[in-house]
């Protein structure tokens, strides 16, 4: 069993090593990793303001929400 280890996991498990730094460089490199506060902002609207919660399991909504 431990040709197992050495003939399948060790190169998966080094395939996914360098796939994940590969990964990391390339969003270094396209600037990917630059003022993170202003990009996780950037998917928010006038619609979805930030910090308001407006999706919901369906079924459950918040108690102080009154249905349209």
């Known amino acids: 069993m431990e040709w197992f280890f050495y003939a399948v996991a ?4 080094l395939l996914f ?3 994940a ?3 990391l460089y390339w969003a ?4 990917q990793l630059k003022e993170f506060e202003k990009n996780a902002a950037s998917i928010f609207d006038d ?8 999706d ?5 909504r918040p ?6």
């Open 17 to 19: 090593l360098a796939s």
């Open 28 to 31: 270094a490199k396209n600037g």
């Open 10 to 13: 060790l190169p998966f498990a």
């Open 56 to 60: 919901y399991f369906p079924g459950r």
């Open 47 to 54: 619609e979805e303001p930030v910090g308001e919660q407006t």
């Open 21 to 23: 730094a590969y990964a």
């Open 63 to 68: 108690a102080n929400e009154t249905r349209r």
